[in-house]
């Protein structure tokens, strides 16, 4: 780890004399274009400066903001289309992310600056990233519903070819994002021919009027095939670089030596390098190199730490990664940027992990999880800080009454009060004193139900806050199938296709259904203590047709079912609930397996008058010390696959209310078995 250390070190130190050295020279600059501005007469000469004032402040956004501003103006008032689709490109750009209502305002301030229909795209282009922004950064999706729900309304043929392009574009943007938020991630591939579709009707216009346009949409373009692994990004993120040079290129207004086009070719590069193994070595070298010169130009540490944490994860450097991991983590702490830290922990934990390191591969996790509950945590210390003070005050008035009391009663020996008096006295005194100490032991038994209530408030704010995070996210998730699909079986003329959304919305249906049911006889299962009805029940039959029932439900050829039964199995038992436990088992077990064999094994033991019933697969099986964990509300193995984490807990309150149990296999080694135990 030392010449990695030693290298930033060094870097950082050429990168803070360049950025010293570069902001002494912009200062004179900018004292030099400030003077020039007084002598300006006209609104050409005026943008001029403001424009070149703006390129000396590309550091600060919010005083390259001004003069943008400054210089939209002017180049309004001197006619010149140029300028003003540069400054409101800049401005919409600046403010999207952290101001979006004053960027909405420059979005709709082009349809006046520039009503032209040779603007259309441009216009377009503005409105279409503004509401890209709002689902990346700020996760809203209503914008962009609004919008598309608006393109619906109009009469068929009344939308411009710029309107369809655009409708075309929002429409796979749409697809893309939402099934981002809703982890439905193989329907990203779908937004793909929207995209394509819009790019292909937008080759009919003039470079310059389509610039814009176009690079917005083969930027969403590249991030799909990212997504994807399809080397097709390369090519979509080389002509990004092409239509922005080609931008550039057109403007021949007058000199502009400050001009900055680094960050774009930066971040540009930066997507080359994470296509990985998609591009020849040599190629991906190249990348990052140019990469790293940019960033360290731009002193972007940000840039320089999470590429460079990719390269070396495609290199199979994997400790090095973990290391520019840890500094990007180190430079959000300290700037104070608003990242998903959680994220980076877990991805960094899988870096150690592959390097060997399992003890920093944990306490990464453990970071990772931590890092969710900080301010609860903080808010709940600061109570029990309070709570402490208020103790060491009563302490402190506790030991001066002490000392008090001490103190007179000295003075009343020395006084020569009678002896009546002294013991009247004394007793007295021994009163207060019992009296205080009840009071402290009170205030001590206090304090510490206090502090239980403490612990007891978080516990249930914790698990109140993952219920509510666990049942709007998996119900949210097909609500947001069932919307998306039926909004396009409503625009699909393709049978095959209306099929298709059809089926999908109905396997959402019964998902969200399944859902519901399950916590209807959860609640219900918690709310009593009656004893479940028994009857007597052919176990045999019954786990025959749940397997053969998720036999058809999977839909897999690559996985084989197998029932072992030792005959006809008759017993007392609550068959609604036998058959829960046994479709979820199942159930789990279909899910982690995605190749290979499920068992399903019922034997009599009626020496001891048991049912055995067991489910194995294997599939990823669960780890030693989670084999207990898993049966806790709310617990999932894989955080990434769908489930609300209550279907193992439901199983076990179900088998203990029979009289029975259930558990985890520790001997089993190929996957997963889970024994149930039911006795008669």
């Known amino acids: 780890m030392r010449p990695i250390s030693l290298k930033a070190l060094t870097g950082s130190l050429f990168m803070t004399l360049c950025a010293a050295a570069t902001a002494l020279s912009a200062t004179t600059e900018a004292d030099s274009l400030s003077a020039a501005l007084s002598r300006a007469r006209t609104p050409a000469e005026r943008e001029q400066t403001y424009v070149r004032l703006a390129d000396l402040c590309t550091d600060s956004t919010a005083l390259a903001a001004v003069y ?27 403010f999207s992310a952290k101001q979006p209502e004053r960027a909405l305002e420059y979005v709709r301030l082009a349809d006046s600056l520039l009503p032209d229909r040779r603007f259309a795209l441009f216009r377009a282009s503005l409105n279409a990233f503004w509401l890209w922004k709002q689902m990346s950064v700020a996760n809203s999706f209503e914008a962009i519903d609004r919008a598309l729900a608006e393109f619906r309304e109009r009469q068929p043929g009344s939308l411009t070819p710029e309107e369809e392009i655009e409708w075309e574009f929002l429409t796979g943007l749409s697809i893309d994002y939402s099934s981002i938020a809703t982890e439905a991630y193989g329907n990203i591939l779908q937004a793909i021919p929207y995209v394509e579709q819009a790019l292909a009707k937008l080759e009919k216009y003039p470079l310059e009027e389509r610039v814009h346009f176009e690079k917005l949409c083969r930027e969403e373009l590249a991030d799909i095939y990212l997504y994807a692994d399809d080397p097709r990004a390369a090519g979509q993120i080389g002509r990004c670089i092409d239509l922005h040079r080609a931008w550039m290129a057109a403007d021949t207004r ?9 960050e774009y070719l930066m971040r540009s590069y930066g997507k080359m390098v994470f296509l990985g193994d998609l591009l020849a070595r040599e190629e991906v070298d ?17 840039e320089i730490y999470n590429t460079s944490a990719r390269y070396y994860q495609h290199a199979g450097d994997y400790e090095r990664t973990a290391a520019y991991m840890d500094s990007l983590l180190t430079h959000y702490a300290q700037t104070g940027k608003k990242a998903d830290l959680g994220s980076i922990y877990i991805a960094q934990s899988h870096m150690y992990e592959k390097a060997g390191d399992y003890e920093k591969a944990l306490k990464a996790v453990r970071e990772g999880n931590d890092f969710r509950y900080y301010s609860r945590m903080d808010q709940a210390q600061s109570k029990l800080a309070e709570m402490q003070a208020l103790y060491d005050v009563n302490r402190l008035e506790l030991e001066k009454v002490r000392l008090a009391d001490r103190s007179k009663f000295f003075l009343l020996m020395a006084g020569g009060i009678v002896l009546l008096l002294l013991a009247g006295w004394a007793v007295y005194q021994q009163a207060m004193v019992r009296r205080l100490k009840l009071a402290r032991t009170q205030f001590m038994a206090a304090s510490e139900e206090a502090q239980r209530q403490s612990r007891r408030a978080q516990e249930s704010e914790r698990m109140k806050t993952t219920f509510i995070n666990s049942m709007c996210h998996e119900i949210r998730t097909p609500l947001n199938a069932i919307n998306g699909f039926s909004e396009l079986l409503l625009t699909e003329q393709d049978p095959a296709a209306r099929q298709a959304f059809q089926t999908e919305i109905g396997k959402s249906t019964k998902a969200l259904t399944a859902l519901l049911e399950n916590m209807l006889e959860l609640s219900q299962l918690i709310s009593t203590e009656d004893p479940l009805p ?50 979820n088992l199942l159930h789990n077990a279909a899910k982690f397996t995605a190749a290979g064999r499920i068992t399903l094994r019922c034997r009599n033991d009626e020496s001891r008058r048991t049912l055995q019933i067991s489910v194995s697969d294997t599939g990823i099986g669960i780890p030693p010390e989670k084999q207990e964990w898993v049966f806790e509300r709310f617990t999932k193995v894989d955080p990434f696959k769908p489930g609300s984490g209550i279907g193992l807990y439901l199983c076990r309150l179900i088998v203990t209310r029979l009289g029975g149990d259930i558990r985890v296999c520790p001997e089993y080694s190929g996957g997963c078995c889970i024994r149930i135990e039911l006795p008669y």
Request: glycine share 8%; aromatic share 8%.
């Open 68 to 94: 943008w501003e400054a210089a939209l103006t002017e180049a309004a008032g001197a006619g010149d289309d140029y300028g003003c689709r540069e400054a409101l490109d800049r401005l919409v750009q600046g």
């Open 254 to 262: 007058f000199e502009r030596p400050r001009r900055d086009s680094s």
């Open 286 to 302: 190249d990348y990052y190199n140019k990469c790293m010169e940019l960033a360290r130009g731009r002193d972007d540490r940000e």
């Open 534 to 583: 028994v009857a007597q029940t052919d176990i045999s039959l019954l786990c025959a047709e749940r397997l053969e029932l998720q036999r058809q439900l999977g839909d897999n050829p690559a996985v084989e079912y197998a029932y072992e039964a030792g005959g006809g199995i008759e017993i007392p038992t609550n068959a609604f609930y036998l058959t829960r436990v046994l479709d």
